[in-house]
């Protein structure tokens, strides 16, 4: 993975119930960066859609994408860190989000440990039905992205210190406000 000149946004990626949301807000926590979360993103009908039992289609996923591409470059162009989640699961999908100074984060798992994940996950509009049909649609990231893999047998914790680490990120000190010396 090429280290990125400026802050990083990075695009915390994988299927369904692989911790994204979770990872992402502990990242965010302990380095002080902007948080938006893909799922937040979608139309209505891909919500509804998704609700219903149904997979996302290409055509369903590009004006969502193109809205995170949005939220990217608006960092990007201004020098900001961020973060941000998308399952982005094929390579035309990071095609669209990649640029200077992106960095995609996969965290990966097999099917069993994430549908574990998703059978005790409530209160999301993704049912664990739909787990098969993303890991059909994976494209895993290649030697050609910037990207690291991580599996996801750790805690969310360890799992941020590990992204922290191998990105040569510096997280903020946790008693820096308030805090005893």
């Not at 994988?14 to 992402?24: D, E, F, I, L, Y």
């Not at 999301?124 to 039905?129: K, Q, R, T």
């Not at 990231?141 to 750790?154: G, M, Y």
Request: glycine content about 10%; aromatic content about 4%.
């Amino acid at each position: 993975m090429a280290k990125t000149a400026q802050q990083p946004v990075l695009v915390i990626m994988g299927v369904s119930g692989s911790g994204k949301s979770t990872v992402a807000g502990v990242l965010a926590g302990r380095l002080g960066w902007d948080l938006a979360e893909g799922d937040d993103l979608h139309p209505e009908a891909n919500v509804a859609k998704m609700q219903a039992g149904h997979a996302l289609s290409d055509e369903d996923r590009w004006p969502w994408l193109d809205i995170i591409a949005h939220w990217i470059k608006e960092r990007t162009a201004a020098g900001k860190p961020g973060i941000i989640t998308c399952s982005a699961l094929k390579k035309r999908y990071r095609d669209v989000l990649r640029g200077e100074g992106v960095v995609f984060v996969f965290l990966q798992g097999s099917k069993d440990k994430i549908s574990d994940r998703l059978a005790s996950r409530h209160g999301h509009f993704m049912p664990p039905s739909l787990l098969e049909s993303q890991f059909d649609a994976l494209e895993e990231p290649t030697e050609d992205e910037n990207h690291i893999s991580l599996c996801v047998s750790a805690s969310p914790s360890e799992e941020a210190d590990e992204i922290i680490e191998r990105l040569g990120l510096e997280a903020q000190q946790a008693n820096s406000v308030g805090g005893a010396a």
